[in-house]
Structure formats: structure tokens, C-alpha cells
């Protein structure tokens, strides 16, 4: 189990003996310096903080390796085709998506109510009013881009505060009204990221879709940083023609999330600029970051291995 943290070291101690299994726990990244640890280990797990090198995928392979179960629902961190084509086959897990959707709907809120801003202001000890009113979900059109797990628990949560939903996937699969993408951006006063990241979908928000979008309209993004032109968005953040974004994912967040930068300087100037904005609100990739959904990982990442090893011998 590679890329462990205290935390889910702690659950994978506490689960392992429900299912039989003996594990070896490092909070070591996967990478050609510790394949060493997989030797005689056919199924492995990572986590999603750290992208698996095709080098490293060799390696693993060569050392015995014939499973990746990756703690994430995404597995845009790891060369799937590559590994398939050095005899690995990776998998992802399935965990609450509740805890997304709940903190997709915070952001929202938090967003159409300057919430960023008041706390400032608050903290400096600056009482007043915002000179800037909120807004109220039910006064808007929310557009919801891929109704998967969290999408689908997303628009399930908006149904209560009596907005209006658009919804585009290529499944529909909802109670809301599915549209084409064109029509979502052109509607929508918020518009809200839960689709896979794939060659396809990456920048899905581009500089000319998002000129497609209302003026003063907001983006939340809970899914992959690379779904979003960062340049593009920039560029309508600082224009004006959006008025906000809450982000709890970044292109380039690598290195700067999960990391005490506090002492050492940011050298992403697109991220830099991104704070310097007022109407912007940054999270470090903790949308998924619950205790139930933890344990959800957890259990699930080992019946993934164990159901692999089932598959294969019959």
C-alpha cells in the first residue's frame, strides 16, 4: 500500500484483518526507488497525490506486479494503456460520493455569497456589509457537467433549494434537464465540474466555451484541475466577464497540495494570480477528505485486489 498517510494507515490496519490479508504499508510514493517493496506482491495499491511513471510501471511489472488499485476514482495519474501494455491492470475505487457532493454544495453557497471576502474582512476585524449583495440558489440555473456518482448526488441536493438544473452527460441518468453543453454554458448562472478527465474532456472549459457562458456567471470545480483552461478562466476572471470561481482542484496542483508551503514560495504564477483574485476561492483537493469516505476507500481498495486475484484463477 504505497502513499499512505497516518490516517489511512491507521484503517488499513484496522480492515486488513477482517478480510485475511497482510499488507505492507509505506507512506512512500510509487516510483522506481521503492519497487523494490512490491517484490512478491502481485496487487498493489497508490494513492493520487503522486503521478506512476511509465518507468515505474516497467519496474513493477518486472517485479511481479499484475494490479494497480489506485484510492481514487479517477486514474488520470497513471498511463492506463501503458501499464495494460506491460501486463498491469489498474482500477479505481469506489467511495461516498456524498462527501463531494456535500462540499460541491458549500462551495456553491459559498461562492454566490462572497463568503471568501466577508471572512477576510471579518478577520482583519472589518464588520461592514459587502458593498456586493449575495445571491440565492433558488434564483438561479445551475449547470451540473457529468451526472455520474457525485453529479447524480450533486443535482439530487439542488432539488431542495428549488433552483433550476441543467445537466449534460452523455448518460443521462437524472431527474434534471440533460441539454447539450453549448446550451448548459449559454443558460447557466453557475456551472459546476463532476466528469472523468480524459484526453477528451481536458480543458473541457476552454477559452471559447467559456466565452459561451452568462456574464458575471461562476465556475466550481470539485473534479480535476485540468478540466478548466486555467489561462482561459484567468483571463474572464480578471476581464470581469465571470464573477467568481471556487476551486478545489488545479492544473499544476502537484507539488503545492498537500504540502506546507507556508515557508517556501509558490512558483506557479497562474496559481499566484488565481489567489490574488477576490472572487476566487482555493481548497487543496479535499472535497473527497471524509471519514466515512476513507473507510469506503480503505475496504474497497482490498476487495478490489481480492476480487482481481478471484478473476484470475477462476
Known amino acids: 500500500m504505497y502513499g499512505c498517510g497516518p490516517d489511512e494507515a491507521v484503517v488499513f490496519r484496522e480492515v486488513a484483518p477482517r478480510f485475511g490479508v497482510a499488507l505492507t504499508i509505506t507512506d512512500a510514493a510509487a516510483s522506481e526507488a521503492t519497487v523494490g517493496l512490491a517484490i512478491g506482491?502481485?496487487?498493489?495499491?497508490?494513492?493520487?497525490?503522486?503521478?506512476?511513471?511509465?518507468?515505474?510501471?516497467?519496474?513493477l511489472s518486472e517485479a511481479g506486479v499484475a494490479y494497480i488499485?489506485?484510492?481514487?476514482?479517477?486514474?488520470?495519474?497513471?498511463?492506463?494503456?501503458?501499464?495494460?501494455?506491460?501486463?498491469?491492470?489498474?482500477?479505481?475505487?469506489?467511495y461516498s460520493p456524498d462527501g463531494v457532493a456535500d462540499y460541491t454544495l458549500m462551495l456553491m453557497l459559498m461562492a454566490v455569497r462572497n463568503a471568501r471576502s466577508i471572512v477576510t474582512?471579518?478577520?482583519?476585524?472589518?464588520?461592514?456589509?459587502?458593498?456586493?449583495?449575495?445571491?440565492?440558489?433558488?434564483?438561479?440555473?445551475?449547470?451540473?457537467?457529468?451526472?455520474?456518482?457525485i453529479g447524480a448526488a450533486v443535482v439530487e441536493r439542488l432539488q431542495g433549494f428549488g433552483c433550476r438544473v441543467l445537466a449534460h452527460d452523455r448518460n443521462p441518468n437524472t431527474p434534471a434537464d440533460h441539454v447539450q453543453l453549448d446550451e448548459l454554458l449559454q443558460r447557466s448562472d453557475l456551472v459546476t465540474l463532476h466528469t472523468p478527465l480524459s484526453a477528451e474532456t481536458r480543458h473541457l472549459l476552454n477559452r471559447q466555451r467559456i466565452e459561451q457562458m452568462k456574464d458575471g456567471a461562476i465556475i466550481v470545480n470539485t473534479g480535476r484541475g485540468s478540466l478548466i483552461d486555467t489561462e482561459a478562466l484567468l483571463s474572464a476572471l480578471e476581464s470581469g466577464k465571470l464573477g467568481g470561481a471556487a476551486l478545489d482542484v488545479l492544473e499544476g496542483e502537484e507539488g503545492i497540495f498537500y504540502a506546507d508551503r507556508r515557508n517556501r514560495p509558490i512558483e506557479s504564477r497562474l496559481v499566484l494570480r488565481l489567489q490574488r483574485l477576490p472572487n476566487v476561492l482555493i481548497t487543496p483537493h479535499t472535497a473527497y477528505y471524509t471519514e466515512h469516505a476513507l473507510y469506503d476507500t480503505v475496504e474497497n481498495t482490498i476487495r478490489n485486489c481480492l476480487e482481481f486475484g478471484r478473476r484470475q484463477h477462476g
Open 41 to 59: 506482491n502481485r496487487y498493489i495499491s497508490v494513492g493520487h497525490k503522486t503521478p506512476i511513471t511509465n518507468s515505474t510501471l516497467r519496474s
Open 69 to 94: 488499485s489506485t484510492r481514487s476514482t479517477g486514474h488520470d495519474h497513471i498511463d492506463v494503456d501503458f501499464a495494460r501494455s506491460v501486463g498491469i491492470s489498474v482500477e479505481g475505487v469506489e
Open 121 to 149: 474582512r471579518a478577520e482583519a476585524h472589518d464588520f461592514r456589509l459587502n458593498r456586493v449583495r449575495g445571491r440565492e440558489l433558488r434564483d438561479l440555473t445551475i449547470g451540473v457537467i457529468g451526472t455520474g456518482r
